[in-house]
């Protein structure tokens, strides 16, 4: 039990390191999602995450039906957003996300996608995932999605294993 003047230090520290001794605001990771596939086609997204160093763990993985009915009578939409909250960030950090589409008609994958997300300590930060229905019908997703550091992406109207996109902190726009 500290006496009322080790409180009195202890608190003068936290505010002498300006860091304060309250609980830190959560960095936040906004995923927006798009495709050109039908809603009523999407059974799910899984999403997962890990920071990007090869023998990181996954610390996010979630899967996110758009088939259920929510509590307010609504249904969930799709395309739409997820909001990651990793506890561990650091500024600049690369968070690999990749979130698969599965269809109502198969349990298996139907679209892959990855970017790396460069977070900001209690900040937020946006990237935008987008699900092509032409990955999936060409096979090119599964192709793509065998190495980590591709990701399958329509360009002048064919599917094609791309670099993964990065977004965030000191990203700049998405490359």
């Known amino acids: 039990m500290l006496d009322a003047r080790a409180r009195r230090w202890a608190l ?3 505010l002498a390191a ?3 001794c309250g609980p830190r605001s959560p960095s936040v990771v906004i995923l927006r999602f798009d495709s050109d596939i039908p809603r009523g086609d999407v059974s799910a997204v899984s999403v997962s995450a890990r920071w990007s160093d090869p023998r990181s763990e996954t610390i996010i993985s979630q899967s996110f039906s758009f088939n259920e009915t929510l509590d307010d009578g609504g249904r969930r939409g799709f395309p ?4 990651l909250t990793p506890d561990d960030a650091v ?4 968070l690999r996300v990749e979130a698969t589409l599965t269809l109502n008609a198969g349990g298996r994958p139907y679209v892959t996608t990855r970017a790396d997300v460069r977070v900001v300590r209690e900040g937020t930060v ?7 229905d032409l990955c999936g019908r060409s096979g090119t997703s599964a192709t793509c999605a065998m190495d980590e550091s591709q990701t399958c992406r329509v360009d002048a109207g064919a599917a094609v294993c791309a670099t993964v996109s990065v977004f965030g902190a000191d990203a700049g726009a998405a490359r």
């Open 91 to 94: 500024t600049g950090r690369p």
């Open 126 to 132: 946006e990237a935008a995932l987008f699900f092509a």
């Open 80 to 83: 739409g957003v997820v909001v």
């Open 12 to 14: 003068s520290l936290c």
């Open 18 to 20: 300006g860091a304060g």
